[in-house]
């Protein structure tokens, strides 16, 4: 039944948080103090040593994207805009803004593979297709039902079976996804900066954007909060803790498959409340 509390969790609260607490550690250190502190950009020798070092992190970010994205996205095409998106960050720091670089970096190394991806238009008009049945379903069922429907239940108003509703999730995950990371990295210059959903908690110096900045981020926030309790932890363990799906995985003991089906079914209802509430 909906909400109801998983007896894994249930039982094993405290090993659930010591799985957490394993994973919850910075991958990737900081070079702001040694390179930046003289409030000017590096020289081309400190900048290929900047390049070298967040190499690392520009592949982790890579990695993330593609592993909910099809097969033919080019990983080493990510990679190369990744590259582009850090030397842009070294370019553009600002240590009068108090961020750290590395936190800036991945915001540009993130956003120029997205728009890389943007660019390729690659999600053919079949998948399209299927997100759009899929979100008119949900939307259709929490109408009707005054919550998020089961995946039985999504299952049947589909007519198709649970197997093949879990096929499609996996058919649709690279579209669902995307949205959210682009509408997460869609944010101006002047905004400060931030990891995962954090990015929406910036302010900017344009009160109007801000405001506009504000209203999004509040109603994502209220609409991660309405998902189901599997789907929002997996929500929350994927963008703040930065955790994999194989990471998930273990904190919340399910297969790698099957939270990559949670985060598929989070994201078509973020999309499907998104899209409902900016149309309103």
Known sequence: MYNSPCPRAENNSASTKKSMNKFQTSKFKDYTNAYFQTGTAPDAEKR??????????IHYIASRLASRLPAKIAFDDLVSSGIIGLIDAIDKFDL?????????????????????LRSLDWV??????????????????EKRLGRPAT?????????????????????TKAISFMDIELLRQNSPDQIH??????????????????????????????????????????????YFNELTMKEIGQVLNYTESRISQMHSKAMLRLRTKMKKALAS
């Open 193 to 238: 900066p931030g990891n995962g959903l954090a990015s929406l908690s910036m302010d900017s110096n344009d009160p109007f954007a801000a405001i506009n900045l504000k209203q999004i981020r509040d109603l994502l926030a209220t609409s991660i909060e309405t998902l189901p309790e599997k789907e929002r932890l997996t929500v929350s363990l994927y």
């Open 48 to 57: 290929d040593q900047l390049i070298l070092a967040y190499t690392p992190l």
């Open 151 to 171: 995946d039985e239940e999504t299952a049947a108003e589909m007519a198709i079976s649970l197997e093949e509703y879990h096929k499609l999730l996996d058919e």
């Open 124 to 141: 053919p008009r079949s998948v399209r297709r299927k997100t759009a049945d899929l979100e008119r379903t949900y939307s259709t069922l």
């Open 96 to 116: 009068s803004k108090n961020v750290q670089f590395k936190t800036y970096a991945e915001f540009r190394i993130r956003g120029a593979m997205l728009d890389e």
